[in-house]
């Protein structure tokens, strides 16, 4: 089992930025590629962005393509979002999720195993 937690979520206005954390514990060593989605109250959940093990090749939604930054730290089994130029329709909880399988450019929720509580970010006008 893989356990995760994120961290950094918080209340920031329009144009601000915030860094949003994700530390794994547990069978670490059976990950393979980890995500960031997001859903706001009444809507799906949905794809922000995903990261190879390696952190070499990464995927983005087009909402967020150019203002946010996926990475990660193996040494320290931490993925981060950067998350800059913020707007209000980011509003929504943050959860990152990791899988064993390898990374591709059609990755929705359904291919990831574990998932962390979710952290609120709330983007005000």
């Known amino acids: 089992q893989v356990q995760l937690v994120e961290s950094g979520g918080g209340l920031v206005q329009a144009g601000g930025s915030l860094r949003l954390s994700c530390v794994a514990s547990?069978?670490?060593?059976?990950?393979?590629?980890m995500g960031w989605f997001r859903q706001a109250p009444g809507k799906e959940r949905e794809f922000v962005a995903t990261?190879?093990?390696?952190?070499?090749?990464?995927y983005y939604a087009d909402s967020v393509k150019g203002r946010f930054t996926i990475s990660r730290d193996n040494a320290k089994n931490t993925m981060y979002l950067q998350m800059n130029g913020l707007k209000p329709e980011d509003t929504a909880a943050y959860y990152c999720?990791?899988?064993?399988?390898?990374?591709?450019?059609?990755?929705?929720?359904?291919?990831?195993?574990?998932w962390g509580q979710g952290t609120q970010v709330t983007v005000s006008s």
């Open positions: 999720a990791s899988t064993r399988r390898i990374l591709t450019a059609t990755m929705t929720r359904h291919d990831f195993g574990s």
């Open positions: 990261i190879n093990w390696a952190g070499s090749n990464s």
């Open positions: 547990g069978r670490t060593f059976s990950i393979f590629t």
